[in-house]
């Protein structure tokens, strides 16, 4: 896996959406992979909530019949954290202060998923 492409990848998204203060990349079963977050915030915790929160999230979507888990936001006083699948395997979470566009958040991460899902499973094109 190419760390530098998935740092800039977060990056990239941060500077790309206004209100982004966190983010970070875990395996589906909550273990870290990457994470650009404040001191205050533990992203070894942080990777395993996200993981727990997607993985009940997509067990909801599979009992409702609402198709394919993209995203959850969970919204709270001094902002949101948002929870994306990456393929099958991964996640990203985004944290947003209180002026983070949502709609444009999710504009914004289809083809980073897409993309991070290439580097974590190591078919990305050189350079990427």
């Not at 977060?10 to 990457?34: F, K, P, S």
């Given at each position: 896996?190419?760390?530098?492409?998935?740092?800039?990848?977060?990056?990239?998204?941060?500077?790309?959406?206004?209100?982004i203060t966190d983010t970070a990349v875990a395996a589906a079963d909550g273990l870290l992979i990457a994470a650009d977050t404040a001191?205050?915030?533990d992203p070894e915790g942080l990777a395993a909530l996200a993981a727990a929160g997607l993985g009940l999230a997509r067990r909801t979507a599979d009992a409702t019949a609402?198709?394919?888990?993209?995203?959850?936001?969970?919204?709270?006083?001094?902002?949101?954290?948002a929870f994306f699948a990456v393929g099958d395997t991964a996640l990203m979470v985004v944290l947003g202060d209180e002026g983070m566009d949502v709609d444009h958040l999710n504009r914004a991460t289809q083809s980073a998923l897409r993309r991070i899902d290439l580097i974590l499973t190591d078919?990305?094109?050189e350079g990427v």
């Amino acid at each position: 896996m190419d760390h530098k492409a998935l740092a800039l990848e977060m990056r990239g998204l941060r500077e790309q959406v206004t209100g982004i203060t966190d983010t970070a990349v875990a395996a589906a079963d909550g273990l870290l992979i990457a994470a650009d977050t404040a001191d205050t915030i533990d992203p070894e915790g942080l990777a395993a909530l996200a993981a727990a929160g997607l993985g009940l999230a997509r067990r909801t979507a599979d009992a409702t019949a609402r198709g394919t888990l993209r995203r959850t936001v969970t919204y709270g006083s001094h902002g949101c954290a948002a929870f994306f699948a990456v393929g099958d395997t991964a996640l990203m979470v985004v944290l947003g202060d209180e002026g983070m566009d949502v709609d444009h958040l999710n504009r914004a991460t289809q083809s980073a998923l897409r993309r991070i899902d290439l580097i974590l499973t190591d078919k990305a094109p050189e350079g990427v």
